[in-house]
C-alpha cells in the first residue's frame, strides 16, 4: 500500500503524527490503603496534590507517523494501552504531555455508547448517526442498508421493539452496522471484528475491507493475529504504554509471537 | 532485542524520507496536519453545535422516552407525575394545613403548584448538567461532538418534560378560577428565558461536575435552600413584611423567584402585578442572558479536557 502511494504522489503524505504522547487517568477513590471516610477526610483536610486520586499512566510517550494508505495494526497484551492510544489519536482523551497531530477527523469505529436500550432498533439507527456527525438525510438514504446488513429483519420485524429485548449477538450486530453506515478519513476499529455469528463475521471483514479502501489510514486493535496478518502492513506493538516495535507486519508479528510464547 | 534504541523503540522501518528526522510539529505544519482534539474557536464551536441541532434534539428525546419506556403505562407518566405531585401538594397544602401563607386559597393552589413546577425545571436543569459529562463518558470517550451539546440536550429534555407538567398546571389554574385570556401568551417569553438560564446553569455545572463528580451529592442540598429561599410555597413580600426590604429584593430578585413570579402573574388571575418586584423583565432577561452567554463560553474553555479520566 505504502509503496503505491510513493508511486503516485512520489512521496508519503503523513495523516496522524504522535508526538512523544504520554496519556494519563485519573481514578477517584481508589486510593491505596484504608478506604474509610476518616482517611478520605484527613485526605481532603490535608491538601495534596491531588488528593484521593490514584494515577494510571496508561500511554507513556508514543511517537510514529502514519501516512496516508498505511493500515496499521496495534497489538500487544491486554491493558497495554492500544485503545487508549486509538482513543487519544481520536482526540476523545486529552493528552498528559505530547501531541497528537492529524489530517482531518479520525474516528473511533462505535457508537455503543450512543445507543439507548430502552429504544426501539429503528430509533437508535436514527440516534448513532446523529451521533456519528450524519445528516438526516444521510440516515433516510443508508437506513435500509443498515438494517439490512445487520440481519436484524431476518427473523422477524425486530428492529420495531426495543433494543434490550435483542440478544448480545443481535445488539452487536446492528450496533456494528450502525457504526460502519459512515465514511472515515482516519478510521480506527477497536477489535470489532469478533462480532455476530460466522456469517455476519464474514460480512462485517468485507466491509471493514470497504471502509478501508475509502478511507486514509485505518488502525486495527486486535488480538487475532491473523486478522492482523489479513488486514495490516504496519504493526505498532504496545508493552505497558510503550512503544516496543514499530515496523512490517512480518518482523513485527514474529517478534510478538516469540515474546508471548514464552 | 539486540539494537534497542533508547526509548525502548527498535526501528525496522528501513524507508528513509526527506522528512525524516523533521520535528513532529514542523512536520505536521507542513502537510496541514492540526492538533487533534484542540479546541475550536468560538465562532467555529457555534457552527459545529448548530450542525448537531438535530442529534442534542433527538438526544434530548431519546432520553425523555426512555424514561419511561418500561412502565406498563408508558408515556402517560409524563402527565400522570406531575398530576400527583400536584395533587399531593393539594392534599398537604390546601386541605390538611389550610396553610396559605397570607393568600388566597384559590390563587394559593395554583401559586403553589406553579411554584412547583417551575422551580423543577431549573432544579432538574441543575441536576442533570452536573451529570452530563461525568455521567456519559462512555459517549464523550468514543464520539466526536461539541460537548455542549449533552448540557444542551438535558436543559432541553427538561423543558419537554415541563410542557407536560403544563398541562397540568393549565387544569389547576382555570380549576382554581384562572380563566384562559391575553396574559396566558406571555408564558412563551417567560418559558424561553428561563430555557436560556437553565441551559447556561447546566453548562456551568457540566464544567463543575466533569471536574468534581462530587457535586452530584452536593447540589440536592444547594438547590433545596435555594428553593426554600425564592419562595416557592409562600410570598416573599407577604413572608418578609416585617423584615428590611433589601432582603426580601434580593430574594425576589433572584432568578428562580423572577421566573415563578412571572408565570403565576401570567397565569393566574387574582395575582396581578403588584406581586412582582420593580423592573422585573429586565432582571428576567438579564439573568437569562448572562448565564446562557457567561455559561457558554465558560463550558466552551474546558473543551478539550472533558473526557479525562
Known sequence: MAEQTDQQTGERIPTVIADELHIVYRVHGAKTGKGSATSALSRIVKRGEERGVRKVHAVKGVSFVAYRGEAIGLIGSNGSGKSTLLRAIAGLLPAEKGCVYTNGQPSLLGVNAALMNDLTGERNVILGGLAMGMTREQIRERYEGIVDFSGINEKGDFITLPMRTYSSGMAARLRFSIAAAKDHDVLMIDEALATGDRKFQKRSEERIRELRKEAGTVFLVSHNNKSIRDTCDRVLWLERGELRLDGPTDEVLKEYEKFTGK | ?309
Open chain 2, 1 to 309: 532485542m539486540s539494537e534497542t534504541t533508547h526509548d525502548g523503540t527498535v526501528a525496522l522501518s528501513a524507508a528513509m524520507s526527506p522528512d525524516e528526522g523533521l520535528p513532529a510539529s514542523r512536520l505536521a505544519a507542513r502537510y496541514g496536519l492540526t492538533v487533534s482534539g484542540a479546541r475550536p474557536s468560538l465562532a467555529e464551536y457555534v457552527r459545529q453545535l448548530w450542525d448537531r441541532r438535530h442529534f442534542i434534539l433527538a438526544f434530548s428525546r431519546a432520553k425523555l422516552t426512555a424514561q419511561y419506556s418500561q412502565a406498563k403505562l408508558g408515556q402517560l407518566w409524563q402527565v400522570a407525575t406531575p398530576l400527583l405531585n400536584a395533587a399531593v401538594y393539594f392534599f398537604i397544602f390546601g386541605m390538611l394545613l389550610k396553610a396559605n401563607r397570607g393568600l388566597p386559597r384559590d390563587i394559593y393552589i395554583p401559586f403553589l403548584v406553579t411554584g412547583v413546577f417551575v422551580f423543577t425545571f431549573t432544579q432538574s436543569s441543575v441536576m442533570a448538567g452536573v451529570r452530563a459529562i461525568s455521567g456519559n463518558l462512555g459517549l464523550v470517550r468514543a464520539l466526536h461532538f461539541p460537548r455542549a451539546s449533552l448540557p444542551i440536550s438535558f436543559a432541553l429534555q427538561q423543558l419537554q418534560q415541563l410542557m407536560f407538567s403544563m398541562i397540568v398546571l393549565f387544569a389547576v389554574a382555570i380549576g382554581f378560577g384562572s380563566i384562559p385570556d391575553l396574559s396566558w401568551l406571555l408564558i412563551a417569553p417567560v418559558l424561553a428565558l428561563q430555557l436560556l438560564f437553565n441551559t447556561g446553569l447546566a453548562l456551568i455545572m457540566a464544567r463543575a461536575g466533569a471536574r468534581t463528580p462530587d457535586l452530584a451529592q452536593l447540589m440536592p442540598f444547594v438547590m433545596r435552600t435555594w428553593m426554600y429561599a425564592s419562595g416557592v410555597m409562600f410570598s416573599i413580600p407577604i413572608m418578609l413584611a416585617d423584615k428590611p426590604q433589601w432582603l426580601a429584593n434580593v430574594l425576589q430578585w433572584n432568578p428562580a423567584a423572577i421566573y415563578m413570579d412571572l408565570m403565576r402573574f401570567a397565569l393566574i388571575d387574582g395575582y396581578g402585578a403588584e406581586n412582582l418586584p420593580e423592573h422585573v423583565w429586565v432582571v428576567a432577561g438579564g439573568w437569562a442572558a448572562l448565564l446562557a452567554l457567561g455559561g457558554f463560553v465558560y463550558f466552551w474553555k474546558a473543551e478539550e479536557r472533558y473526557g479525562r479520566g
